[in-house]
């Protein structure tokens, strides 16, 4: 096989060997550092860590068909926290009011509604303006925000409603319902990508743009749909999360667009769009709470985390590059 | 279909551009089931000329007719719906999808929901590949494939419209022995189906192996059409370079001094083997090749650009290793790159400063770059080389081409280099500009430097060289002076045949 | 006369449809509170911007070299947090170089990754952004940072004090913009930066060490970053460690407002200043006419997505972009 295929190889490989290692490795420092009694490696543990795997893992499959088309989403993070907060404020609203719990699937649909809109008007700015997606969506990452601060200032947002919260931490076949969401979108939109025109499509113009574009494909819609698509998964992952936890902070949600897109590269999605694989990315969202359970298992804290992820990205671009490299033929350039 | 009928004509087509006129009155046609070449020389207007008929540019004036019925070509998509299809010098394949869905992209077939319908899909691009008699199948990861294979897709992304005309572009450029065959078989049986295949190529020995009929043009105009079994490869470039043949060979006789540069056994990979050439003090040595011969990939192993895999770099006798551009220039080597626009210029800035660009730590005054010193060096060269400049301001994006490759030459003049290489100096140029920069190169060598040109263009290199390296995939097939130097075995020898094969 | 055909209006209506719509608002807002005029009002947005502005020095460098650097807004909590902490611990003389150290070492490491091994500068700066607020919280332990005795120190100099009259944030800024404007404009390191962003093959075609360039230009980053830190510690004695978040965000905005483009190769140091000052305007204006705090956030991204819009249509000459 030539070393392209072999390197494409090795990338969709990694992340699953890089899984077994983590769990190596923290089962192993476990024995010596943990804090608590439990072994790493605890059945009850990995279903947790699947169910705490849903909110950004809900993210980084929709960041996934982003960025194989080549774009790159920067607001998920502010999205979540505005779908969250129309989530638990709308169900306080008096129009509302005779509803009883009728009130969630209307709360629901609003919070998916936002989320939806909010996508759509980043996906219709990168159409019709030719900005680049990245400053688009980093704009709105500041202006989706302010949203989210004008909403109620610097105050949580919140709402319980306790048949949503049974709801929310009920388990169904020993698994969580974050969980069957988080599996459920990444069926979906496997479906998509590996069934679908449209699936099939994000590939042909994140890999060869103009290409796409000779043959008739509508490049437009095509990443206003996307967007659209992603605008709805932040909120969905907004509505998974706050179904449970009843309160919203209008910081919440930041730095999601970097482990996302962390998670995305990990699996071996690239940046310069037009490989990815849906799966690959579940993995790399799993690898990253591993990450983050495993820190904290042996007593590392919330700033630990955050420096090892970035420090983890910017290892896989490193690592990328490396697989890359054309050889002595390339221009030193 | 019927074969009195051209599948494909066009008349009197014209095509400006600001300032220069792409095509004029260009008339051509193509018949059911023939092999038309189309050559000129670069600049000539053969690409104009396709991207009108694949509708990616709307002729200022003239008519299409497909079949005799007249047709305006909008879009690619809609010149491939009337029947005329391309298969580009740069595939246009998304490597990450299978044969199948590249061949059919834009066009899955589809079930309910979205859906693609695999089974169809597969069906059909089975069927196709099979009338081709490839070597691999539809469900292949387009980017696995050679590309000599890739080009098999592409050409199998024709057949899906049942075409009545295909349009090759350089088809031959990468390919080995063994693959060019694979495609002369396809294009005879394209050929058989009563497809009319328009040819463009530059190889004279392929396009008299295969085609019927050749046209030539030149400076955008049509030159004439010519039966390939009634005709030569003598009457074929009389009509691509013109009348008055300027073959004129470099006639001037100086001085020549030591030897500036050696090249022993240097070798990069596949890209060039076993290259051994000397170049000495007021010597022009020209580089004559196609595409992909290895000319330009020498000379940015020589200026630092590429490691080489084997072999050695001699200045002045001295073994050096050259480790990047930066080290070259100290060396006294300077570069004028093939692509003035992406290598040779920043468009964005002004003359001035393009200039004295590689220079700019040397004109210091204290911690600042000394204008006064820069405007110096821009005049300097402004008036050698005759620049057309409203001022030093001017941004360089805004000049001629002809002009913007007198920044970049004046560029590397400034540097007194002792070795200078020049590749492709008059592309995309206009005639007197042309002229005016031929002479420069003479003038240079009469001061003493040693020149390498590398150009595509027989007139240039045998006007300016003392001596001509034919180069012909990767190896130096043979060494000219200027006086034993002839258009037959020069072209001979960069078509890969060696001198025991003369006509 | 090139400025009178339809094309030529619109691209000068473009590049100084910023400026013009700015005279529009100023005039605007000072119709609708005239307090905005006031001495007093200008002054004070001159001087809270100028932390911005020192920083958005620094970033032009990055730009005009084609890249960006999404960190600054968590080095510069680094360096708030580090100089205050090591002020109470070695004293400020010490103090002040060991945090420019420090953050220079990170910009160090960021230009290495950018220059050298040319990863992708938005996302490794997104990691750094990431890694950075890490480690302050470390360096921090969470907690916020403050200066135990702190009429006893000279310190409060940088943030609070004045000079001939003018607030010594404002001198330094201006002092900063001064040199690095000369550095940008006339010295051979400047040259290159613009070459190496307008066309980096064609730089490195003309022997200009394009590795080395970016590498001091995230070096310039985290020098300007470093004085920001300097001047916010020293004006509030004291910080939570997330006071820089989202100002790199605003630094991108001046620099864009400015008509730098994000492509790179063009934007100067006098054109950031200006962005730096339209947005501080812009968002005063809009605090005395009324308007939520927060919404100041929405009016920048307004103001982002058309500053790059107009520049990038006037580019290309049309305003719709022709995606199909």
């Known amino acids: 096989m030539n070393s392209d295929t072999r390197a494409t190889l090795i990338k969709q490989g990694a992340i699953w060997a890089f899984i077994?290692?983590?769990?190596?490795?923290?089962?192993?420092?476990?024995?010596?550092?943990?804090?608590?009694?439990?072994?790493?490696?605890?059945?009850?543990?990995?279903?947790?860590?699947?169910?705490?795997?849903?909110?950004?893992?809900?993210?980084?499959?929709?960041?996934?068909?982003?960025?194989?088309?080549?774009?790159?989403?920067?607001?998920?993070?502010?999205?979540?926290?505005?779908?969250?907060?129309?989530?638990?404020?709308?169900?306080?609203?008096?129009?509302?009011?005779?509803?009883?719990?009728?009130?969630?699937?209307?709360?629901?649909?609003?919070?998916?509604?936002?989320?939806t809109v909010l996508g759509a008007v980043n996906g219709l700015i990168v159409w019709k303006t030719g900005v680049d997606a990245f400053i688009v969506t980093l704009g709105a990452m500041l202006g989706y925000r302010g949203l989210v601060f004008m909403y109620n200032g610097e105050q949580p947002t919140s709402h319980l409603n306790w048949t949503l919260v049974d709801f929310a931490e009920a388990q169904f076949l020993g698994l969580h319902t974050a969980t069957w969401f988080l599996l459920g979108t990444a069926l979906v939109l496997w479906l998509v990508m590996t069934k679908t025109v449209h699936g099939r499509n994000a590939y042909a113009i994140g890999n060869n743009r103009e290409a796409a574009v000779n043959a008739g494909i509508r490049v437009g819609p095509h990443f206003l749909i996307n967007f659209m698509l992603i605008g709805f998964l932040a909120a969905l992952s907004a509505v998974v999360f706050y179904s449970e936890s009843g309160s919203v902070n209008p910081n919440d949600g930041m730095l999601f667009e970097l482990w996302a897109i962390t998670a995305v590269v990990l699996g071996g999605t690239k940046l310069?769009?037009?490989?990815?694989?849906?799966?690959?990315?579940?993995?790399?969202?799993?690898?990253?709470?591993?990450?983050?359970?495993?820190?904290?298992?042996?007593?590392?804290?919330?700033?630990?985390?955050?420096?090892?992820?970035?420090?983890?990205?910017i290892a896989v671009l490193f690592l990328d590059r490396q697989l890359n490299r054309r050889g002595r033929e390339a221009l030193k350039i | 279909m019927n074969d009195h009928v051209p599948a494909l004509r066009l008349e009197g087509i014209v095509k400006t551009f600001p300032g220069v006129r792409a095509l004029d009155d260009v008339s051509f046609n193509v018949m059911p089931g023939e092999v038309h070449a189309l050559m000129g020389e670069n600049g000539a207007g053969k690409s104009t000329l396709m991207k009108v008929l694949g509708g990616i540019y709307a002729p200022d004036a003239g008519r299409i007719y497909i079949a005799e019925e007249p047709t305006e070509m909008t879009s690619p998509i809609h010149a491939k719906a009337k029947g005329v299809v391309f298969i580009h010098q740069e595939l246009s394949l998304a490597d990450e999808l299978t044969v199948a869905e590249n061949i059919f992209l834009g066009e899955l077939p589809r079930k309910s929901l979205g859906r693609v319908d695999w089974r169809k899909l597969f069906a059909e691009t089975d069927a196709i590949l099979k009338t081709l008699n490839v070597g691999f199948n539809a469900r292949t990861r387009v980017g696995d494939l050679s590309i000599a294979n890739q080009q098999m897709v592409e050409i199998a992304r024709a057949l899906t419209v049942d075409p009545r005309a295909v349009i090759f572009d350089e088809p031959t450029a990468s390919l080995t022995d063994a693959e060019k065959s694979v495609l002369f078989e396809v294009i005879a049986d394209l050929k058989s189906r009563g497809v009319g295949i328009i040819y463009i190529s530059h190889r004279m020995e392929e396009i008299f192996k295969i085609t019927d009929r050749i046209s030539v043009l030149r400076d955008g105009q049509y030159r004439g059409t010519l039966e390939t079994a009634k005709t030569n490869e003598e009457e074929v470039t009389h009509l691509m370079i013109g009348r008055t043949l300027d073959l004129s060979r470099n006639a001037s006789h100086h001085e020549m001094g030591d030897v500036a540069l050696e090249v022993r056994g240097l070798s990069c990979g596949d890209l060039f083997e076993d290259v051994s050439f000397k170049v000495r003090r007021g010597e022009v040595v020209g580089f004559y090749g196609l595409v992909g011969a290895g000319r330009t990939e020498i000379a940015e192993t020589i200026f630092g650009l590429r490691d080489p895999s084997a072999g050695s770099i001699l200045l002045d006798g001295e073994e050096v290793r050259i480790t990047s551009p930066q080290d070259a220039i100290r060396r006294g080597i300077s570069l004028v790159p093939e692509d003035r626009k992406a290598q040779g210029l920043v468009l964005g800035m002004n003359c001035r400063d393009n200039i004295t660009l590689p220079q700019v730590d040397d004109m210091t005054a204290g911690p600042f770059v000394s204008d006064g010193a820069e405007v110096a060096i821009f005049d300097l060269y402004r008036d050698k080389l005759d620049i057309r400049t409203p001022g030093w301001r001017q941004t360089v994006g805004n000049l001629s081409g002809g002009n913007q490759q007198k920044i970049v030459i004046g560029k590397w003049l400034s540097m007194h280099p002792s070795v200078l290489i020049v590749d492709e100096p008059t592309r995309g140029i206009d005639v007197g500009s042309k002229s005016e920069i031929h002479n420069l190169i003479r003038d240079l060598a009469a001061q003493g430097y040693a020149v390498i040109v590398i150009s595509s263009e027989m007139p240039e290199v045998l006007h300016v060289s003392d001596r001509i390296v034919a180069m012909y995939s990767g190896r130096i097939m043979r060494e000219f002076t200027s006086e034993e130097v002839t258009e037959d075995s020069l072209i001979q020898a960069i078509s890969g045949l060696t001198g025991d094969k003369v006509a | 006369m090139a400025v009178l055909t339809r094309k030529g209006m619109g691209t000068l209506l473009a590049r100084q449809g910023i400026l013009v719509a700015f005279v529009l608002f100023m005039i605007g807002f000072a119709v609708a509170n005239p307090r905005f005029i006031e001495i007093d009002n200008i002054s004070g947005v001159i001087r809270s911007s100028a932390i911005l502005g020192v920083m958005a020095l620094g970033v032009t460098f990055v730009v005009i070299g084609g890249n960006l650097d999404l960190s600054v807004g968590s080095m510069m909590s680094f360096s708030t947090i580090v100089v205050l902490d090591l002020h109470d611990k070695l004293g400020p003389l010490l103090a002040i170089p060991a945090m420019f150290g420090l953050t220079l070492a990170l910009g160090a490491f960021i230009g290495f990754l950018v220059g050298y091994l040319k990863l992708n500068s938005l996302i490794v700066t997104l990691g750094m952004l990431s890694a950075i607020h890490g480690l302050t919280l470390t360096w921090s332990g969470g907690k916020n940072m403050d200066i135990d005795d702190k009429s006893g120190t000279w310190f409060s100099i940088f943030g609070q004090g004045t000079a001939m009259g003018i607030p010594v944030p404002i001198l330094i800024f201006a002092l900063l913009a001064a040199v690095l404007g000369m550095i940008l404009a006339k010295t051979p390191f400047g040259r290159k930066v613009y070459a190496v962003g307008g066309n980096g093959t064609a730089a490195t075609f003309s022997g200009i060490p394009r590795a080395r360039v970016v590498f001091f230009t995230y070096i310039v980053s985290s020098f300007c970053v470093a004085v920001a830190g300097l001047l916010q510690a020293s004006r509030s004695m004291g910080s939570q460690n997330t006071v820089g978040q989202g100002m790199e965000l605003e630094v991108l905005a001046a620099v864009i407002l400015g008509g730098a483009s994000l492509l790179g190769g063009s934007g100067t140091i006098f054109k950031t200043v200006i962005g730096v000052l339209i947005l501080g305007f812009i968002q005063n204006g809009l605090l005395l006419m009324g308007l939520a705090f927060y919404a100041q956030y929405v009016v920048t991204w307004v103001i982002i997505i058309l500053a790059v819009w107009l520049d990038i249509a006037a580019k290309r000459g049309r305003l719709l972009s022709p995606i199909a």
């Open chain 1, 272 to 313: 310069m769009g037009g490989y990815g694989s849906i799966v690959a990315t579940l993995g790399g969202v799993i690898a990253i709470q591993l990450l983050r359970k495993g820190l904290g298992h042996i007593g590392a804290g919330t700033e630990t985390v955050n420096l090892v992820i970035g420090l983890i990205l």
């Open chain 1, 20 to 115: 077994a290692v983590e769990l190596a490795f923290f089962s192993i420092a476990g024995e010596f550092l943990a804090v608590t009694d439990q072994a790493f490696m605890d059945f009850d543990n990995m279903l947790l860590l699947l169910k705490q795997s849903a909110p950004i893992g809900i993210i980084a499959l929709g960041m996934t068909i982003v960025m194989i088309n080549g774009n790159i989403d920067l607001s998920v993070g502010a999205t979540y926290a505005l779908a969250a907060i129309v989530l638990l404020d709308s169900m306080t609203w008096p129009i509302f009011a005779g509803l009883g719990d009728w009130v969630i699937p209307v709360s629901w649909a609003l919070a998916l509604l936002t989320g």
